[in-house]
Each structure stands twice: as C-alpha cells, then as structure tokens.
C-alpha cells in the first residue's frame, strides 16, 4: 500500500459540487447534504489499513458531528476491480456490519474524488453552513492505537465549529493509502 498525505487545500475553498449515490440506490446531492451547522466529508474505503483502524473513530465523530448540526458523508473513490473488498456490494455489508450511521457513498467515476483533490484514504473535509473549508486535516495523532491518541483534531474542530468558534491550530494533513486511482 502505497503511503500519502493529503495536500494542501486552502481554507475557505468552496465544497465541490457532487451527485452520488449509496449502495442501496439512494441519492445524496451536495447542496442538500449541509447540515444546518455544516458538513463533514470523509474519502474512505474498506481495505486500506488506516482507514480500517480509524473507522470506528469515524462512526463515533460522525454520531459527535451528527449532534451538532454538522451532517456527515463517507465516499468511497476506491471503485476498481482490482479492489473487490471496495465493491459496492461490500460497502453495504459494512454499512449493516459496523452500524455507519451516515451515507456511505459510490465515486465509481472517481470525478468526485478529484473535484476535492483527495489523495488518500482516509482525507478529511469539514465545511461550514456556506460549504467553506474550515478543516483539512488528520483525525487525531495516533492512527495505529487509539489508546495512545493525545491530541483529538478533528473532533476539536467540529466542537469549534458547531459552537461558532474558529478552528485554531495547525492542521495537520491525514495520511493513508493512495486512492486506487483508475487508468
């Protein structure tokens, strides 16, 4: 598995446009995904290492974000047939296995992926009400052991957000596999 960082995507930028679907069939449009506090935007798949480890965070922030007003999305960009365990059908497994309490969603055009400029999975956007980016960056600083997590980025910056407070603090970039770019 090839290791990479997201990059730098300025704060402020305005949310990518997007149309997707679950694996069920249901749609989510982007203007209609904000929640009245914002939007948290994953790209995350099923059998990359680090996404695998920080899922059960991910669930958990989402039902935080949830809380808050700030609605939640997970995208899959990882739709290639060399990546079965990323199938459609195994995300819907996965929705049901680990209880995802947000849309899990198919960039099987992988245009939605490079709209934002996602690299890695996971690569993690929070945007306001206005669908500004506030936060680009790491969930927290340990994504091997959760046990040893010192520092709770995101978590911090959806606190922040959804209590109208900036975001202050260096944003760190999350690490993962590359997205399993297609030809």
């Not at 930028?13 to 914002?38: E, H, W």
């Not at 999305?73 to 290639?80: E, G």
């Not at 669908?131 to 927290?140: F, P, S, T, W």
Request: glycine share 6%.
């Amino acid at each position: 598995m090839a290791r990479l960082e997201s990059v730098d995507v300025p704060l402020g930028t305005k949310m990518p446009k997007f149309i997707l679907r679950d694996p069920d069939g249901v749609i989510q449009v982007s203007d209609y995904a904000i929640g009245n506090k914002g939007l948290l935007v994953v790209f995350t798949c099923n059998h990359c290492p680090y996404a695998k480890a920080v899922w059960p965070r991910m669930i958990r922030l989402g039902r935080y974000a949830l809380e808050r007003k700030i609605n939640v999305l997970a995208i899959n960009p990882n739709i290639n047939p060399k990546y079965p365990d990323d199938a459609p059908d195994e995300m819907g497994k996965k929705i049901k296995e680990w209880g995802i309490p947000f849309p899990y969603l198919i960039d099987d055009t992988q245009k939605v992926a490079r709209a934002f400029d996602a690299q890695c999975t996971p690569d993690i956007y929070l945007f306001d009400a206005e669908q500004k980016l506030m936060y680009h960056g790491r969930i927290d600083d340990n994504w091997q052991e959760e046990s040893k997590v010192t520092k709770e980025e995101l978590k911090d910056a959806i606190t922040n957000l959804a209590e109208g407070k900036p975001i202050t603090g260096k944003q760190i970039p999350s690490m993962g596999c590359s997205i399993k770019w297609r030809e």
